[in-house]
């Protein structure tokens, strides 16, 4: 954090209108402001890192008309069973051992049933016990469900709001928006971190981009993680035809978002692997300081794996250190061993140079 900059108050009483004035202000006055406002928080040059693993794909009840995991489009994805304890805890090695903080896992459920608690509460606490941060997205959590995550030492819950309350209906009919809501409350009063931002892209209106903003900004306490997501047009899905959204209003809701939770680290998440190296710069500009590694990441020696850690050395950002118990120390010098190899990669060409 720069204290030479002050830090405007942080507040939860933003209207629809504001934040739409914020959404149309001159590009390089916004992102200005939000650069302002991120240096007084952050360091700039830091973005945080996680890593993603699918814990049970696909076959899921609900009917998001983004997504490939729902049993109702047919999108060509293999449907998968709860994976194993033992596989997922090697995965989250391998993730640690490319250096990544924290580690994600994700199940296409509506919510979890009873029988799977024990093996998803196992898995947090080993996950865990590897010196990685957790989180998980389930579905949705009664506040048993929130307590026991929380009781096995989950860090972060994530379940998105997708976009604002009046274009909800337009993407999901099978749970509410109130659902969400409750759920997201569960997850805060047992105490875990939230994560939680949505998708644009979908057809939505600016008022729909600034009404799920909104939102966000307004709860009690802001989500310590926002990802704003860029939709992914899968082929099966309701909205494979949707139109492109101008990438300039992607860069603009990631700048709003930061602006009004400035203290939230704000992802820059699904539709990352389509956005040239240009506007992922740009969307750091704006404020973003949080990603998802790519899956190819966990293979080694492919120059594709290293694309994002030669993005990093191109931009002289660094992964944010993280603060979990367990050998920091052995994350950080791997993480700084990735960049160097990437540096060194002979697929690395740095016009820098
Ligand atoms: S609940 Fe999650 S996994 Fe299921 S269809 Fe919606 S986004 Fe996909």
Not at 32 to 46: C, D, L, S, Y
Not at 251 to 270: D, F, G, K
């Amino acid at each position: 954090m720069n204290a030479s900059v002050s830090a405007p108050a942080v507040r939860h009483d933003w209207s629809r209108q504001e934040i739409l004035n914020l959404l149309a202000l001159p590009f390089n006055d916004l992102l200005f402001q939000a650069q302002t406002v991120h240096r007084a928080h952050f360091n700039p040059n830091e973005v945080q890192v996680s890593t993603l693993c699918s814990i049970k794909t696909g076959a899921c009840p609900e009917d998001c008309a983004y997504c490939p995991q729902s049993a109702r489009y047919d999108t060509g994805l293999e449907k998968e069973k709860l994976m194993a304890v033992e596989k997922v805890i090697e995965e989250a090695r391998a993730a640690k051992a490319n250096g990544a903080s924290r580690f994600c896992m994700g199940a296409a459920w509506r919510s979890p049933r009873g029988k799977d608690m024990p093996y998803v509460t196992k898995m947090v606490s080993e996950v865990k016990s590897l010196g990685l941060e957790t989180c998980m997205t389930l579905g949705m959590l009664d506040e048993n469900q929130a307590r026991e995550l929380a009781d096995a030492g989950l860090d972060y819950y994530n379940h998105n709001l997708d976009t604002s309350p009046e274009y909800y209906g337009e993407i999901i009919t099978t749970r509410t928006y109130q659902d969400r809501l409750d759920t997201l409350a569960n997850v805060r009063s047992a105490g875990m971190k939230v994560c939680c931002g949505g998708i644009v892209g979908m057809g939505e209106e600016a008022g729909d981009r600034a009404g799920l903003l909104q939102q966000l900004a307004n709860m009690p306490e802001h989500p310590e993680s926002v990802p704003i997501n860029m939709l992914v047009r899968v082929e099966g899905t309701p909205l494979e035809q949707e139109a492109d959204l101008d990438p300039l209003d992607f860069i603009r809701t990631i700048a709003v978002a930061r602006i009004i939770m400035p203290q939230s680290h704000v992802r820059l998440s699904a539709g990352r692997e389509e956005m040239s190296d240009e506007m992922q710069a740009m969307a750091f500009f704006a404020g973003a300081n949080s990603i998802f590694y790519g899956e190819k990441l966990l293979t080694t020696a492919n120059p594709e794996a290293n694309k994002d850690m030669q993005l990093f050395a191109r931009l002289g950002i660094k992964p944010e250190e993280r603060h979990v118990h367990g050998d920091d120390d052995a994350v950080e010098a791997d993480i700084a061993a990735s960049i160097e190899a990437a540096h060194n990669d002979k697929f690395f060409y740095n016009a820098a140079q």
